[in-house]
């Protein structure tokens, strides 16, 4: 059992998040083990991938 104090307070530990559509998908806030460290960036380690037209890759 996890801290409480560091319970990813975004997916409520659960190191998954839904979208509107109910798909699921990995917690980008604490990278899907659900517990946010204190320590722990919450920027998203890695950036949209875009291509030469600064479209979002798929
Ligand atoms: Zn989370």
Redesign the pocket.
């Known amino acids: 059992m996890p801290d409480r104090d560091h319970i990813?307070k975004?997916?409520d530990g659960t190191?998954l998040?839904a979208d509107d559509e109910f798909w699921q998908y990995t917690?980008t806030?604490?990278g899907g083990d659900?517990i946010?460290m204190p320590n722990e960036n919450p920027e998203p380690a890695v950036p949209f991938s875009v291509d030469d037209n600064n479209r979002v890759l798929e």
């Open positions: 990813c975004a997916c190191g998040l917690c806030v604490c659900g946010m």
